[in-house]
């Protein structure tokens, strides 16, 4: 059970490349999953999110668009996972089922919905439903990183935070951060509101990407 306090605000939106190239510059794209502005940004690290998130604060704060009391940032597990589900509490926030009809994912979908042809990349931010609380592509299109280290298990409490807590160490005796939502290349199951993997902070992937918060830090 994890109890939130503080209010924030979450984008509608992954991250796009257009605000990508806006904000951090070009950016090189290995293999074309989804190219335009309107795509989200994938092929970018946990620290390089980071990166983009200060620098997007400070822009905010000296043009005056953000309070000098909040700031930009990507998502604890716990506030993802809250605004995922939407004010449910069935595996998605369409239900127990989950049709690539309403996400972006491969060709099998979870627990029995339709099926149609997958679109095997990124879609444009957008083009599939929203959950209840106007957050699009909360299941698939990218995986999202989260502010969090990875732990076994998710702990509940009070607005939980483990960006400064390294937990599970992966056999090579590095660390990784928590990546949720799911993404294009994965079957339904794996988009499921509480499923959550690892992903090293250092690395980048054709399918994972971000989005962000405004928070009081």
């Given at each position: 059970?994890?109890?939130?306090?503080?209010?924030?605000?979450?984008?509608?939106?992954?991250?796009?490349?257009?605000?990508?190239?806006?904000?951090?510059?070009?950016?090189?794209?290995?293999?074309?999953?989804?190219?335009?502005?309107?795509?989200?940004?994938?092929?970018?690290?946990?620290?390089?999110?980071?990166?983009?998130?200060?620098?997007?604060?400070?822009?905010?704060?000296?043009?005056?668009?953000?309070?000098?009391?909040?700031?930009?940032?990507?998502?604890?597990?716990?506030?993802?996972?809250?605004?995922?589900?939407?004010?449910?509490?069935?595996?998605?926030?369409?239900?127990?089922?989950?049709?690539?009809?309403?996400?972006?994912?491969?060709?099998?979908?979870?627990?029995?919905?339709?099926?149609?042809?997958?679109?095997?990349?990124?879609?444009?931010?957008?083009?599939?439903?929203?959950?209840?609380?106007?957050?699009?592509?909360?299941?698939?299109?990218?995986?999202?990183?989260?502010?969090?280290?990875?732990?076994?298990?998710?702990?509940?409490?009070?607005?939980?935070?483990?960006?400064?807590?390294?937990?599970?160490?992966?056999?090579?005796?590095?660390?990784?951060?928590?990546?949720?939502?799911?993404?294009?290349?994965?079957?339904?199951?794996?988009?499921?509101?509480?499923?959550?993997?690892?992903?090293?902070?250092?690395r980048r992937s054709d399918h994972i990407?971000?989005?962000?918060?405004?928070?009081?830090?």
């Amino acid at each position: 059970d994890v109890t939130l306090t503080r209010g924030f605000w979450m984008g509608k939106y992954e991250v796009t490349q257009g605000q990508w190239l806006r904000q951090m510059g070009a950016f090189m794209l290995p293999q074309n999953f989804g190219a335009g502005d309107d795509f989200p940004v994938y092929w970018v690290s946990h620290i390089e999110a980071g990166e983009f998130c200060r620098k997007l604060t400070a822009q905010a704060h000296a043009s005056g668009a953000l309070p000098a009391d909040w700031e930009f940032r990507l998502p604890t597990e716990a506030q993802w996972e809250y605004a995922c589900r939407a004010g449910t509490t069935t595996a998605t926030a369409f239900g127990d089922k989950l049709s690539n009809r309403q996400a972006n994912f491969q060709q099998k979908p979870y627990n029995g919905a339709e099926e149609v042809p997958p679109l095997r990349q990124a879609a444009r931010v957008g083009s599939y439903p929203p959950n209840a609380w106007g957050l699009y592509d909360m299941h698939g299109n990218v995986w999202e990183y989260c502010r969090d280290w990875y732990h076994g298990k998710l702990p509940g409490g009070v607005d939980p935070d483990l960006s400064a807590v390294k937990g599970a160490m992966n056999r090579d005796g590095t660390y990784s951060r928590v990546r949720r939502g799911g993404a294009f290349v994965e079957d339904g199951w794996a988009c499921r509101s509480a499923f959550r993997l690892r992903y090293e902070p250092e690395r980048r992937s054709d399918h994972i990407g971000f989005r962000i918060v405004a928070v009081r830090p």
